[in-house]
């Protein structure tokens, strides 16, 4: 059973900085990608980043490149660097890991963006 636990969120101002963290244990293989979605209050879940095993990204729309995902080489970590953050970055944001059966999810982490 793969465990999701996310990290690293948590109050800031606009045009701030927070980096993100996601730890997965348990049985890890075929993993197709690693990444990020969020969700708002009163809003559907969506895409914020994802990380392919060969290293390809992709990006949701609002992004515009203020955020960059990464992986580290053993694959249990993924990581979602966050700058220019603005008020409507916030979310619970929510680590996901897409596995050849189903996708994993973590429980979520808090991000306000408030000043």
């Known amino acids: 059973q793969v465990q999701l636990v996310e990290s690293g969120g948590g109050l800031v101002q606009p045009g701030g900085s927070l980096r993100l963290s996601c730890a997965a244990s348990?049985?890890?293989?075929?993993?197709?990608?690693r990444g990020w979605y969020r969700q708002a209050p009163g809003k559907e879940r969506e895409l914020v980043a994802l990380i392919a095993p060969n290293g390809e990204t992709r990006y949701g729309e609002f992004v515009k490149g203020r955020f960059s995902v990464s992986r580290d080489k053993t694959g249990n970590f993924a990581y979602l660097q966050m700058s220019s953050l603005e008020p409507e970055d916030t979310a619970v944001y929510y680590c996901t890991f897409r596995g050849p059966w189903g996708d994993y999810w973590g429980q979520g982490t808090q991000v306000t963006v408030s000043a």
């Open positions: 348990g049985i890890i293989s075929g993993i197709r990608a």
